[in-house]
């Protein structure tokens, strides 16, 4: 059975969200040990919460240290090349969300103008609607007209390819068969007697 998603917002319950640091704190550590442990790389945490007087550290102080300092000692253009700050982090969600949201708009739009192309082939009159709609209505028709357009091109391709391919022998056809089926001699003689006819 899967966990209930959990709501990102302000616990208001102080017990509740001193219970969830730790919780969460513990995990954390957990996620930065494996991060270091299984791809090699030099990791660290600090986090600084009112529960506890001194700041949690992992793996130890020292440590902690060790990988700050060879943090700062990098060049500044390599330092800030990843750095994801507050403000960056909340601007990435909110273009994403305004993404997701023109996404959403848009396919709800198309919903609204296919229904009301459905309605007005079903006789409801275009009066009463706003430009902005019948500009729409129209773009939509005429997407429509240009997709059956290509099928029917597609359709009448298949049905001259087929067409081709199954056509009634004609008397060359017939006598190359025949020619075929006698032979290479009876062929030359056919082809010979036809030159001298003609």
């Given at each position: 059975?899967?966990r209930?998603r959990?709501?990102l917002?302000?616990?208001?319950?102080?017990?509740?969200?001193?219970?969830?640091?730790?919780?969460?704190?513990?995990?954390?550590?957990?996620?930065?040990?494996?991060?270091?442990?299984?791809?090699?790389?030099?990791?660290?945490?600090?986090?600084?919460?009112?529960?506890?007087?001194?700041?949690?550290?992992?793996?130890?102080?020292?440590?902690?240290?060790?990988?700050?300092?060879?943090?700062?000692?990098?060049?500044?253009?390599?330092?800030?090349?990843?750095?994801?700050?507050?403000?960056?982090?909340?601007?990435?969600?909110i273009?994403?969300?305004?993404?997701?949201?023109?996404?959403?708009?848009?396919?709800?739009?198309?919903?609204?103008?296919?229904?009301?192309?459905?309605?007005?082939?079903?006789?409801r009159?275009?009066?009463?609607?706003?430009?902005?709609?019948?500009?729409?209505?129209?773009?939509?028709?005429?997407?429509?007209?240009?997709?059956?357009?290509?099928?029917?091109?597609?359709?009448?391709?298949?049905?001259?390819?087929?067409?081709?391919?199954?056509?009634?022998?004609t008397?060359?056809?017939?006598?190359?068969?025949?020619?075929?089926?006698?032979?290479?001699?009876?062929?030359?003689?056919?082809?010979?007697?036809?030159?001298?006819?003609?």
């Amino acid at each position: 059975m899967s966990r209930k998603r959990v709501k990102l917002q302000w616990v208001e319950d102080n017990a509740a969200r001193k219970a969830m640091y730790k919780k969460r704190v513990k995990g954390l550590m957990k996620k930065v040990r494996e991060l270091s442990t299984l791809c090699g790389v030099d990791a660290c945490l600090i986090t600084y919460s009112p529960y506890q007087p001194e700041p949690e550290v992992w793996p130890s102080p020292t440590e902690v240290e060790q990988v700050v300092a060879s943090f700062r000692n990098l060049p500044k253009n390599d330092r800030i090349k990843k750095v994801l700050n507050q403000e960056i982090f909340i601007w990435q969600r909110i273009l994403k969300a305004r993404d997701v949201a023109m996404k959403q708009l848009m396919k709800n739009r198309k919903k609204e103008i296919e229904n009301l192309r459905t309605q007005c082939l079903g006789g409801r009159l275009l009066e009463g609607l706003e430009s902005k709609d019948v500009l729409d209505l129209t773009w939509a028709i005429d997407n429509q007209l240009e997709a059956v357009k290509k099928k029917i091109e597609n359709l009448s391709l298949d049905v001259t390819v087929d067409a081709l391919n199954n056509q009634p022998l004609t008397e060359q056809n017939r006598n190359e068969n025949l020619g075929n089926e006698l032979g290479d001699d009876v062929e030359s003689d056919f082809w010979s007697n036809l030159l001298k006819l003609s």
